[in-house]
């Protein structure tokens, strides 16, 4: 059974740091996407980073660059999401999730949540000010 097991998150004061885990169970990421997702209450799902585990291209919401990175162990099997400087607007429950897309059309679909079949556990992240 192919399933994602998400680790990390908790609670950090603004400006802290905070590393997600997802890791592959039942597969391996080869050709997929894996990307983050986050749900604030009372707000939409929305796509935060993605890594395409078929060519190593990196995707980022606007408000995340420069301050979350997206990355793969050599096995591909766990992708990190590592965050730094957080924001209380970073508070939500962060979910990763894993699709094959066709690389050509990942950079204008891998944000469409409901393109995902396969889905972890989700965490919660706390940033306070």
């Known amino acids: 059974e192919m399933q994602l097991v998400q680790s990390g998150g908790g609670s950090v004061q603004a400006g802290g740091s905070l590393r997600l885990s997802c890791t592959a169970s039942?597969?391996?990421?080869?050709?997929?996407?894996i990307a983050w997702f986050r749900q604030a209450a009372g707000k939409e799902r929305e796509g935060v980073s993605c890594f395409s585990a078929t060519d190593g291209r990196t995707y980022y919401q606007n408000s995340v660059k420069g301050r979350f990175t997206i990355s793969s162990d050599n096995t591909m099997t766990t992708v990190y999401l590592e965050m730094n400087n957080l924001k209380p607007d970073d508070t939500a429950i962060y979910y990763c999730a894993a699709e094959r897309f066709p690389p050509q059309l990942l950079p204008n679909q891998w944000q469409q949540w409901r393109a995902y079949d396969y889905w972890g556990q989700g965490a919660q992240v706390t940033v306070s000010s």
């Open positions: 039942g597969f391996t990421f080869h050709s997929y996407a």
